[in-house]
């Protein structure tokens, strides 16, 4: 019959330690609550630590053999007994798991970074994208502090003393983001894992947001400087270029992959992102351009290699904790862009950051006249409040007139260098022929048309004054002057132009609805085509215009005075009906 084991205490350091054999290790357990003197005790608690490890391995929990034994070597009392009679639940089959005493904050939380709670509970916790900074936040100021500590043990003095242990030096933003750790661990141990019942930290106890710091964004000169200078290595110009003409996360564009691109119709899609909603948009001519040389460059790699890498096929350094950021404004210095307030660090200002390229897309194109709408298609932002951050720096680049960015093709010098001559797709823009031009002031005032749109003018044959919709529909049209490709003021499609193709034109007094009969719009001085003539008949065959129908049927069907006798007669009933003063 084998010898029980008894665990051999021995005092390093002033510190009594058990070794408890576990098959064919040993491991190590310090023994918190034994004083030096008391060998005693040393040796009784070793024996206790050797029984639980054996009985914890027999029964199957040898991945808890650990955690529960350490708890055990540093509790006493009532804490030693919890350990205790956890373990005899888990040997004798009544827990199949570990118990919500003996879930610290440390392996609740290693459990949330791993993505284990997302496996076991995905409906209520999501994968995290940011599992790396939280993982980093927790491991150097949370758990130093309260990482031994139960969950059920857990309350606010907890996390007023890890708040407090935070170095002075810290900034506002990464204080609030420690809170914001604990805060979230805590209500998934509320639920879904149902290890407390509420959280004990009160409504307010996350600091408050930060003073916003002034947000810093390359001007077009600054950028195209960048991209020429060849003391920066291709990959990353190439990175610069795409991030702040495109406006897509640094963490999108870093895992960006051949198979996402469409160059052949000049799309990208992203199907998986931070805010996982999936988006996809049209490129710009000249960063299609630009990737198609880079491809050819690369040797036309696989669907699934990254775009951004560098000349050895390695990704592009696109992290903060790679010193990306570092290299990004040592490469802004190489280039000549010696701008102050992109380097300066202060209270209210930060030196420029990768992120700040996104800036520039955001900025660049609200100062050029885009819109919101395609500035979130571009960046994925859900909502107007982070866009309109961006205004006051847009206002500041439309009023000095800093213009957009220049084509990434011909900016840098070893694209430009092997630039195919064939034409460049649309890729979902609007080529020269669907364009309409601004009507620019003349004395016939055309609008050039593109064929679709004239064949839109043709096809239709009433056109409704703005704001009232046909009462009946002729043909397969219902066009209102709002819906249409062209301007409201247009009222008569011309089959030709003089060396602008198919044009509208408006006279002087900018009618905002077609004329009535073919003597009005001679009056105007126009041609009047096919498509006019089948509208006039129509009108003649359904009785008048649109509008003349609407007020007939408005005053009874077309008898004059029908609707005055009814209305004074519902008034006459209502005064019979009416109960007596």
Not at 19 to 26: A, F
Not at 164 to 175: E, F, G, K, Q, V
Not at 440 to 465: N, T
Request: a positive charge.
């Amino acid at each position: 019959m084998p010898r029980k084991q008894t665990g051999s205490p021995r005092l390093r350091g002033g510190r009594w330690f058990a070794r408890v054999p576990l098959g064919n290790q040993r491991l190590s357990v310090a023994l918190a609550t034994c004083k030096p003197a008391d060998k005693t005790k040393a040796r009784e608690r070793a024996a206790l630590l050797c029984d639980l490890g054996a009985r914890l391995a027999a029964a199957g929990h040898g991945d808890l053999v650990s955690q529960l034994l350490e708890r055990a070597g540093a509790a006493d009392g009532k804490a030693l007994a919890d350990v205790v009679a956890a373990v005899d639940k888990l040997h004798s089959g009544e827990a199949v798991g570990p118990l919500p005493q003996l879930v610290t904050v440390r392996h609740f939380g290693e459990q949330w970074t791993d993505g284990t709670l997302h496996r076991r509970w995905p409906d209520h916790v999501k994968d995290k994208k940011s599992a790396d900074d939280d993982r980093e936040r927790l491991r150097r100021y949370v758990y130093p502090v309260v990482g031994e500590v139960a969950l059920t043990d857990f309350t606010l003095k907890h996390a007023d003393a890890v708040m407090a242990a935070l170095p002075d030096t810290l900034n506002p933003s990464t204080r609030r983001h420690c809170a914001q750790v604990m805060s979230r661990l805590l209500k998934l141990a509320t639920y879904p894992a149902r290890i407390i019942e509420r959280s004990p930290l009160p409504t307010g106890f996350l600091p408050r947001m930060a003073q916003r710091k002034a947000l810093a964004f390359l001007y077009p000169s600054e950028d195209a400087a960048l991209l020429r200078c060849a003391a920066v290595p291709l990959a990353r110009r190439l990175f610069y270029g795409f991030a702040d003409r495109e406006g897509c996360r640094r963490s999108e564009q870093a895992s960006l992959t051949w198979k996402q691109l469409d160059l052949d119709v000049g799309i990208v899609r992203l199907d998986e992102n931070k805010t996982d909603d999936p988006r996809v948009w049209a490129l710009r001519p000249d960063v299609v351009r630009a990737l198609k040389v880079w491809r050819e460059m690369c040797f036309s790699p696989s669907d699934d290699a990254l775009v951004f890498v560098d000349e050895e096929g390695a990704a592009v350094a696109t992290s903060e904790r790679t010193h990306a950021v570092t290299t990004f404004r040592d490469d802004l210095r190489r280039a000549g862009v010696s701008r102050s307030e992109l380097f300066e660090r202060s209270s209210s200002r930060q030196p420029i950051r990768l992120h700040d390229l996104r800036a520039t897309f955001v900025t660049i194109s609200l100062a050029t006249g885009n819109t919101e709408t395609f500035v979130a298609d571009r960046t994925g932002h859900k909502s107007s409040v982070m866009i309109n951050r961006y205004r006051r720096a847009a206002r500041h680049a439309a009023e000095v007139g800093l213009g957009s960015l220049g084509p990434l093709d011909e900016l840098i010098p070893e694209l430009a260098a092997h630039r195919s001559d064939e034409p460049p797709p649309t890729g979902g823009q609007r080529g020269a022929d669907d364009l309409v031009p601004e009507m620019v002031p003349s004395s016939d005032h055309f609008i050039p048309l593109s064929a679709a749109s004239l064949q839109i003018v043709q096809s239709s044959q009433v056109v409704a004054e703005a704001g009232l919709e046909p009462a009946r529909p002729y043909g397969q049209r219902i066009l209102n002057p709002p819906r249409l490709p062209f301007r409201h003021s247009a009222v008569v499609a011309r089959a030709s132009c003089s060396g602008a193709g198919p044009a509208l034109r408006c006279p002087t007094g900018g009618a905002s609805r077609l004329p009535r009969s073919r003597s009005s719009l001679a009056s105007s001085g126009a041609t009047v085509p096919d498509a006019s003539r089948r509208v006039e008949r129509a009108r003649r065959e359904a009785g008048g215009s649109d509008a003349a129908r609407v007020r007939r049927s408005r005053r009874g069907g077309g008898r004059p005075g029908r609707g005055r006798a009814r209305r004074r007669a519902g008034r006459a009933a209502r005064l019979r009906r009416a109960p007596p003063r």
